[in-house]
């Protein structure tokens, strides 16, 4: 049976009253750095006319997540109050504007407890948002770089139901220790590579094509690369990537994509 061209993917139907939708990804939120996610919330409590009708989280908003129960473990420590700052933040935002969350390679554990308690809904990578008659693609990113074998191979490892439930499953203490390690394996890796985006793994222009033609959408929304940029991908097709955000860089870098009925456009935050 030949499959329908959009059936793969799962489809977010933006109501006829939305003006305007915001994009953000990639600012991996933590303790360590305030300035984020004071940058963050000063957009999150935006007065009523400068906010969009929704709010696209997509994916890496939290540096890690190692499982809901942060938002209420017994030992408090600094970073299960940071984590429980941002839940509060997002609840009260999702009072204003519905918040959809897509999962990042970072926050992939964040589950349905966590998005209760952030009002947040869970979005499937990828997603089709249709918004004012036109279709969008949206996803992290990360499952598109495929030239990064080793990271495409521990994905599928830990996106696995039973690898998740095994991990959830070990003490609090003993997966922020986990989670620890990996950090400093990637920040090696990182190092070995001069820190330099650009010599990470990009999205293959070929597989985002295949994407959109699947999804019947013009246009990929994604994070992840850290690489801001519009790029042509031939036949009207095109993928527009996020920036990350990071206020101790210099330049500082927090900004947000909207889509209005013009088209998408970059708003920096930066004061
Ligand atoms: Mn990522």
């Not at 997509?58 to 600094?78: I, K, N, P, R």
């Not at 860089?249 to 900004?255: D, L």
Request: proline share 6%; with cysteine; aromatic share 8%.
């Amino acid at each position: 049976m030949s499959a329908h061209p959009v059936d793969r993917f799962a489809e977010c139907i933006a109501p006829a009253s939305w003006q305007a939708v915001d994009f953000i990804s990639d600012l991996h939120l933590q303790a360590s750095e305030p300035g984020t996610f004071e940058a963050w919330v000063r957009y999150l409590r935006r007065p009523a006319p400068d906010r969009a009708d929704a709010l696209f989280i997509l994916g890496d908003l939290f540096e890690v997540w190692v499982g809901d129960d942060v938002l209420h473990a017994d030992a408090l420590s600094t970073d299960h109050a940071f984590a429980r700052a941002c839940a509060a933040e997002l609840r009260a935002c999702s009072t204003h504007t519905p918040v959809y969350f897509l999962h990042g390679n970072r926050d992939f554990l964040l589950g349905a407890a966590a998005l209760q308690a952030c009002g947040m809904q869970d979005l499937s990578d990828p997603t089709v948002l249709v918004f004012q008659g036109q279709r969008w693609l949206l996803s992290h990113g990360d499952e598109l770089c495929l030239a990064d074998v080793d990271y495409l191979r521990f994905r599928a490892q830990v996106r696995s139901p039973q690898w998740q439930r095994d991990f959830l499953a070990q003490p609090l203490a003993r997966r922020e220790a986990i989670a620890r390690e990996l950090r400093a394996q990637s920040e090696a890796r990182k190092r070995s590579t001069g820190h330099d985006p650009d010599l990470w793994a990009d999205v293959d222009a070929e597989a985002a094509r295949n994407w959109l033609r699947r999804a019947g959408a013009h246009t990929l929304i994604h994070g992840h690369t850290h690489r801001p940029a519009e790029h042509p991908l031939g036949n009207g097709l095109r993928r527009v990537v996020l920036s990350d955000w990071d206020m101790g860089a210099t330049p500082p870098r927090a900004e947000v994509l909207r889509l209005d009925v013009q088209g998408t456009h970059r708003v920096p935050l930066i004061p």
